[in-house]
């Protein structure tokens, strides 16, 4: 079922706005259930090793599951899953290099949106240029003032979309896994920023599973949303 998707992404999607990848990413869900693209995972020992190689540990506390990618950076798409009893903070508030959308498929996210503005509270900035390597460095480049604009709560069944200007950041709840689905676009906005109380240079490690530790971790999510939906996957 995965090449299904894979395919139906190269030949038909449209990634050029955010409202594009809002429409793929709801086809996606709706035409080509998750567990059925997970199973494919699980059952193919090369494409389990290939989605673990792209796959790792995010420094902002959840795991980043990179099914499908395009090889000429069109798109991705990607499983993000925060582990409840992981969560000990909220993640940096950040920018991206592209547009996305995002599904929400189980638990809960909380979300804060940001505006740049001089009464607002002062955070270091840290430039985050295209990764590559085992790690990726968060460059300072000076201070500035950030305004809360919008909070708010997102449960399962719930989906937006966002342009790479947006400056947000998401958590879940503690002893809540949330399980969502991403897409997005062509990184056209690097270097994108990381907003951070001030500090020395910031550099983290990508922490990737074995294909083995995937293994795990994609039926742990499959647990999950089989919960979420009573068993109707």
Request: hydrophobic share 40%; with cysteine.
């Amino acid at each position: 079922m995965i090449e299904l998707v894979s395919r139906w992404l190269e030949t038909n999607a449209e990634f050029s706005t955010q409202e594009h990848l809002e429409a793929c990413l709801l086809k996606i869900v709706e035409q080509w259930p998750l567990d059925g693209v997970l199973g494919a995972c699980l059952a193919n020992a090369e494409l389990l090793a290939s989605v673990a190689a792209r796959s790792y540990r995010h420094a902002n506390g959840f795991d980043r599951i990179e099914l499908i990618t395009s090889v000429a950076g069109r798109y991705s798409l990607r499983l993000h899953a925060w582990w409840g009893q992981d969560t000990a903070a909220h993640e940096n508030i950040h920018s991206h290099p592209w547009c996305f959308a995002s599904s929400v498929l189980a638990g809960k996210l909380w979300f804060e949106q940001y505006v740049e503005a001089t009464k607002g509270e002062q955070v270091a900035v840290f430039l985050y240029s295209s990764p590559s390597g085992e790690s990726y460095n968060l460059s300072p480049a000076g201070d500035t003032a950030l305004q809360l604009v919008l909070r708010g709560g997102m449960h399962a069944g719930s989906s937006y979309s966002a342009h790479s200007s947006l400056i947000h950041r998401v958590w879940t709840e503690p002893n809540s896994d949330t399980i969502t689905l991403m897409l997005h676009g062509e990184g056209l906005a690097y270097p994108s920023r990381v907003f951070a109380p001030s500090g020395a240079d910031r550099v983290f490690y990508r922490d990737r599973p074995s294909p083995d530790g995937l293994r795990a971790t994609l039926e742990r999510i499959r647990g999950v949303l089989a919960a979420s939906t009573g068993g109707r996957l």
